[in-house]
């Protein structure tokens, strides 16, 4: 989406922007020792990054979304019914090691768990969705759970459509095709069963292809976690070329979000953003 945006804003203005990608971690240290002007976040800063001057604003959202193959031998099951979160949780943390057990099917073949290795903001935020309401999963416990760990989202999702027993968690991106949005090689959404029914009702249905995902996370079906807000950070505030870019990201470069498999945010939450934007701006003006 950055980079969509970068070559929009040049086509508009002339002024380039270089994106380069390496992870929350990596946006962050460098905005932070001055190395780039923006930093791009998978979540909200932590208290020692605000402590340090970061400061960040939401962009969009983004989803984290279960991952398994589209030969595995309970995918209709799966399917039908969905999982539960705390199915999911079962899983990721090896309670449940057999697909048979996970849908009670006459299935005996085991279920290898892929995870991060890098510094993930998305694997935090599965964390998050895992534990359920005021409890978490660190990324280091859910690497120490899991069965193999990669680097980058591209890597985890080769991992699972090359096993037809793995399970693992992407960015909606790596499972819609980007162009089409229809789904992507063998890998497959585990759908989440949201009331914890046992079933997916026609609501919870929205799987299919990558816009009607999208309309469920804007319409807050979907839950967060695991959807998640994106995030453009500075360091103390967003100067010169970098804050017009910043402004024009949360205004005119919305139209850009949900044709780029994303959802835009919702207009109360761009005006408490870009009313955030100028509030920092008027504060260092004053201090300074």
Same mark, same amino acid.
């Given at each position: 989406?950055?980079?969509? !945006?970068?070559? =929009?804003? @040049?086509?508009?203005?002339?002024?380039?922007?270089?994106? &380069?990608?390496?992870?929350?971690?990596?946006?962050?240290?460098?905005?932070?020792?001055?190395?780039?002007?923006?930093?791009?976040?998978?979540?909200?800063?932590?208290?020692?990054?605000?402590?340090?001057?970061?400061?960040?604003?939401?962009?969009?959202?983004?989803?984290? $979304?279960?991952?398994?193959?589209?030969?595995?031998?309970?995918?209709?099951?799966?399917? @039908?019914?969905?999982?539960?979160?705390?199915?999911?949780?079962?899983?990721?943390? %090896?309670?449940?090691?057999?697909?048979?057990?996970?849908?009670?099917?006459?299935?005996? #073949?085991?279920?290898?768990?892929?995870?991060?290795?890098? &510094?993930?903001?998305?694997?935090?935020? !599965?964390?998050?969705?895992?534990?359920?309401?005021? *409890?978490?999963?660190?990324?280091?416990?859910?690497?120490?759970?899991?069965?193999?760990?990669?680097?980058? *989202?591209?890597? $985890?999702?080769?991992?699972?459509?090359?096993?037809?027993?793995?399970? &693992?968690?992407?960015?909606?991106?790596?499972?819609?095709?980007?162009?089409?949005?229809?789904? @992507?090689?063998?890998? %497959?959404? $585990?759908?989440?069963?949201? *009331?914890?029914?046992?079933?997916?009702?026609?609501?919870?249905?929205?799987?299919?292809?990558?816009?009607?995902?999208?309309?469920?996370? @804007?319409?807050?079906?979907?839950?967060?976690?695991?959807? %998640?807000?994106?995030?453009?950070?500075?360091?103390?505030?967003?100067?010169?070329?970098?804050?017009?870019?910043?402004? !024009?990201?949360?205004? =005119?470069?919305?139209?850009?979000? %949900? =044709?780029?498999?994303?959802?835009?945010?919702?207009?109360?939450?761009?005006? #408490?953003?870009?009313?955030?934007? #100028?509030?920092?701006?008027?504060?260092?003006?004053?201090?300074?």
């Amino acid at each position: 989406m950055m980079q969509v !945006w970068a070559d =929009e804003y @040049e086509s508009e203005t002339g002024v380039g922007i270089d994106v &380069s990608g390496g992870g929350t971690g990596v946006g962050v240290s460098d905005v932070l020792n001055e190395q780039v002007d923006i930093a791009m976040m998978g979540r909200e800063p932590d208290e020692d990054e605000l402590d340090q001057g970061l400061f960040a604003v939401a962009m969009l959202i983004d989803t984290v $979304v279960g991952t398994i193959n589209v030969d595995n031998p309970v995918y209709d099951e799966i399917r @039908e019914n969905g999982l539960t979160r705390s199915e999911f949780e079962a899983v990721f943390t %090896r309670e449940i090691t057999n697909w048979g057990e996970l849908v009670d099917a006459d299935v005996d #073949e085991p279920i290898y768990v892929y995870g991060r290795s890098d &510094s993930s903001a998305a694997y935090k935020q !599965w964390g998050d969705f895992l534990g359920g309401e005021d *409890d978490f999963y660190t990324e280091n416990e859910l690497e120490d759970f899991a069965d193999g760990n990669f680097d980058g *989202d591209q890597q $985890v999702a080769q991992a699972i459509n090359n096993d037809a027993l793995g399970f &693992s968690m992407n960015n909606l991106n790596y499972v819609y095709d980007y162009n089409t949005g229809d789904l @992507e090689m063998d890998i %497959r959404p $585990v759908p989440l069963d949201i *009331d914890g029914s046992g079933t997916l009702s026609p609501a919870e249905d929205f799987y299919d292809d990558r816009d009607e995902f999208l309309t469920a996370v @804007e319409e807050g079906i979907y839950p967060a976690p695991p959807a %998640r807000e994106m995030f453009i950070a500075a360091k103390e505030e967003f100067e010169d070329e970098a804050a017009e870019f910043a402004a !024009w990201v949360l205004t =005119e470069g919305q139209q850009y979000v %949900r =044709e780029n498999g994303y959802a835009p945010l919702d207009d109360d939450r761009l005006t #408490e953003e870009q009313a955030r934007l #100028e509030k920092r701006h008027e504060q260092l003006e004053v201090t300074s």
